[in-house]
T-cell receptor
Framework: QKEVEQDPGPLSVPEGAIVSLNCTYSNSAFQYFMWYRQYSRKGPELLMYTYSSGNKEDGRFTAQVDKSSKYISLFIRDSQPSDSATYLCAMNPTSGSRLTFGEGTQLTVNP | IAGITQAPTSQILAAGRRMTLRCTQDMRHNAMYWYRQDLGLGLRLIHYSNTAGTTGKGEVPDGYSVSRANTDDFPLTLASAVPSQTSVYFC???????????FGPGTRLTVL
């Protein structure tokens, strides 16, 4: 079983929809959680970074961590065609350790 | 240059050939990483380096070697390429191990 599970999709939504992207994990030691966005034929880039449980908002993006359920989410409000990309979750147990990545979810936002 | 660069952008290689993928960063980051990305498997860590002069094995190190002679460069070598090494390879760097990683544009490698 993978340490981090992420539905690869593909996920297709109309412009303006609210998107929910999720990851589950098995290692209860994970404390630092990240979301990376990867456009086609490009390298991933950091989108959101959270520590422990709770919510973090940045513009149209909200990252949510539920450590009791070992479940993290990324919400995109008012989705735009420019949000079309693959979204990868990543996490590590301490700030000085290697990241474990999810497989990535491919999202398409249709105009 | 600004950020992290990789070369070549893409390469087709005959099985059994030796190949070195180049990675250079100009951010003075201590940590550097090599990943491969495959459909259905996501990003998998091949090798990493905490700082110049040190390297470590990741999740899938077999068939690959790295060196870290200085802060900026982190080449990945395939000593004798096999078709299963066909993949997209990403180099990344971070200020310290576990910090935000900055990725290069990737190298698409096909081994025939």
């Amino acid at each position: 079983q993978k340490e981090v599970e992420q539905d690869p999709g593909p996920l297709s939504v109309p412009e303006g929809a609210i998107v929910s992207l999720n990851c589950t994990y098995s290692n209860s030691a994970f404390q630092y959680f990240m979301w990376y966005r990867q456009y086609s034929r490009k390298g991933p880039e950091l989108l959101m970074y959270t520590y422990s449980s709770g919510n973090k908002e940045d513009g149209r993006f909200t990252a949510q961590v539920d450590k009791s359920s070992k479940y993290i989410s990324l919400f995109i409000r008012d989705s735009q065609p420019s949000d079309s990309a693959t979204y990868l979750c990543a996490m590590n147990p301490t700030s000085g350790s290697r990241l474990t990545f999810g497989e990535g979810t491919q999202l398409t936002v249709n105009p | 240059i600004a950020g992290i660069t990789q070369a070549p952008t893409s390469q087709i290689l005959a099985a059994g050939r030796r190949m070195t993928l180049r990675c250079t960063q100009d951010m003075r980051h201590n940590a550097m990483y090599w990943y491969r990305q495959d459909l259905g498997l996501g990003l998998r860590l091949i090798h990493y380096s905490n700082t110049a002069g040190t390297t470590g094995k990741g999740e899938v190190p077999d068939g690959y070697s790295v060196s870290r002679a200085n802060t900026d460069d982190f080449p990945l070598t395939l000593a004798s390429a096999v078709p299963s090494q066909t993949s997209v390879y990403f180099c990344a760097s971070s200020k310290g191990m576990g910090d935000t990683q900055y990725f290069g544009p990737g190298t698409r490698l096909t081994v025939l």
